[in-house]
């Protein structure tokens, strides 16, 4: 809590809205000192095996800190974000990246701490050079790696974010994903950085932990002390640097509002979510584990409108057969037996690399072989899901959403699939089939896609990254990714009015937004499917509206 005097030094910054909340306590300056340990050394040729050996040792125990690491975030925050640490298995696994690693310490007569610093950083550079902002960031993943590798090598096993004081609201440059998990042990009360955009991996974390969190704060570091008291409101991305007694109390009475409306929301949210002109609006769950579906079911979600599947998939170096698919799909959806469930088909491909597939150097992995693209490429792994949400449908009021559609053909080759391994299974009742709406070009082919499908589903994630071409994850064109703009709010009312039967759902993180729920029904949405802590706002929110805008 902070103290209430009165302060002559105030200072208030104004960033971007990374995760959203608010919260108060001490500033803790956290500068990120990289390559302490990076004195280059010369060894004697005797010595190399040495040191490929204990580059080796270092590899395993990274490897099995990383799986570690995995399973304690699937099991604290979220098994979407667990795939993270499986990514940077790959890379330490990768037999390219091993061979140059010992060739650099072989050829060039180094320890096995300079190869890595080295080689780490020519493959940073590699992928900075590279088209797409997936790409680039996997500098990051290399950057949090060599760190990891370096640190191992010369005996360090604390993290430096380990020891920041508990309750604090952290100050930093930027953050490595493996950062993050640390701060949900040390209940960090906010984090503000100089550098993160909306669709970083750090953001995801500091989303799924509920953790306030602004970027683009420059020079934050350098001109605010360490100790200072601060008022961090996410939601309108202000920082209020040693504040006096009114911003204080103003602060915390919108924070008691903020809670106040929660409770509310809270209490109502087992009943249905209807507007204001009497149109009852469905609201469903974005799930990826049992713990989200748990979650979803406690805060009024009439279902699942959208099952991650990938975490089936991920750390695997096999994939999933048909009933250990199956039996992970039941664990993760039994907390909502008896409500509609739709699973989405495995959405991977060169962003999210699996162990058990080839690896596929695309430039630019958004624009490549992802979601159905993928699975047509694969035929093998859409069976296996097909069968498995075939057989869960004798338990489940189960649908089916394709990702990554852009051709109506797309659809109808999941479609006879679907149809011929249905009657393989001796199987008559066939799960709804839908179609994501993620690019422009399946908006406006939206009559073609529908005559393969029975329901359509918005992702406006990326349906915005692909509508103004700006990547989700690059700061540099972050102004132009919007998703409440005028553009995309008029790609959905296109699909209305070109399917205007077609029942439509939107499952992107603008139907978690309450300032655009007036906008998204006025687009003909009679369904939403949303993180499950968002539900019971997002309902007062429908409650608060009109599904045809408000009246004159």
């Known amino acids: 809590m902070l103290s209430s005097m009165k302060s002559p030094a105030t200072q208030i910054f104004q960033g971007r809205q990374i995760s959203p909340g608010m919260a108060e306590g001490k500033i803790h300056i956290h500068r990120i000192l990289y390559g302490l340990l990076d004195m280059d050394e010369s060894i004697e040729s005797r010595e190399a095996d040495d040191e490929v050996s204990r580059l080796d040792n270092a590899t395993l125990k990274i490897s099995d800190d990383l799986c570690a690491l995995a399973s304690r975030v699937e099991k604290e925050i979220d098994s979407r ?97 493996s950062d993050t998990i640390f701060l949900r042990s040390r209940d960090t009360a906010a984090v503000l950085l100089e550098f993160g955009t909306f669709g970083s991996h750090v953001a995801l974390f500091t989303r799924e932990m509920g953790l306030p969190c602004i970027s683009g704060l420059r020079h934050l570091i350098t001109t605010v002390p360490d100790g200072s008291n601060a008022l961090v409101d996410a939601d309108a991305a202000t920082a209020t640097i040693d504040p006096d007694e009114q911003q204080i109390n103003r602060f915390r009475k919108k924070v008691e509002r903020n809670a106040a409306a929660f409770r509310l929301a809270l209490d109502h949210t087992f009943t249905p979510a209807q507007t204001k002109d009497g149109v009852v609006i469905t609201v469903l769950a974005n799930i990826g584990s049992d713990s989200d579906t748990r979650l979803a079911m406690e805060n009024g979600a009439e279902g699942v409108g959208l099952y991650r599947t990938e975490k089936a998939y991920i750390g695997r170096l096999h994939p999933p057969n048909d009933e250990e698919l199956y039996q ?67 338990e489940f009021d189960i649908q089916i959403l394709v990702p990554m559609v852009t051709l109506p053909d797309d659809m109808a080759i999941v479609k006879d699939r679907l149809s011929q391994i249905s009657s393989e299974m001796d199987i008559n009742m066939i799960p709804k089939l839908g179609a994501m709406i993620e690019t422009p070009g399946a908006a406006l082919s939206a009559s073609e896609i529908a005559k393969y499908s029975d329901f359509l589903s918005f992702g406006t994630n990326d349906l915005t990254q692909y509508t103004f071409a700006a990547d989700r994850e690059n700061a540099e064109v972050e102004a132009y990714f919007n998703h409440a703009a005028d553009a995309i709010f008029r790609l959905m009312k296109i699909v209305h009015d070109d399917v205007p039967e077609m029942p439509l759902s939107l499952c992107g993180e603008l139907a978690g937004r309450s300032e655009h729920i007036s906008k998204i029904l006025e687009c003909g949405i009679k369904t939403l499917s949303i993180a499950p802590p968002l539900i019971p706002g997002i309902k007062e929110s429908i409650r608060e509206s009109y599904s045809t805008g408000s009246p004159r």
């Open 81 to 177: 974000l667990a795939e993270v640490f499986s990514v940077h298995q790959l890379i330490l696994e990768d037999d390219s990246l091993k061979e140059e690693l010992r060739k650099e310490i072989v050829s060039n007569l180094v320890t096995a701490g300079s190869a890595v610093k080295t080689v780490f950083l020519r493959w940073e550079k590699r992928f900075l050079l590279m088209e797409s902002q997936i790409s680039k960031d996997k500098g990051d993943d290399m950057r949090d790696l060599s760190i990891r590798l370096r640190n191992a090598l010369a005996g360090i096993t604390i993290h430096s974010l380990e020891e920041i004081p508990p309750g604090c609201v952290l100050a930093t440059k930027r953050l490595l994903p």
């Open 328 to 394: 992970e799909m039941l664990h993760t959806l039994a907390p909502a037996k008896g409500k509609p469930v739709c699973v989405r088909l495995l959405d991977i491909g060169a962003d999210k690399p699996l162990p058990f597939m080839k690896f596929m150097a695309e430039s630019n992995p958004s624009l490549g072989c992802r979601g159905i693209r993928l699975l047509r490429r694969y035929p093998e792994l859409l069976d296996t899901q097909l069968r498995t949400v075939l057989k869960l449908a004798k």
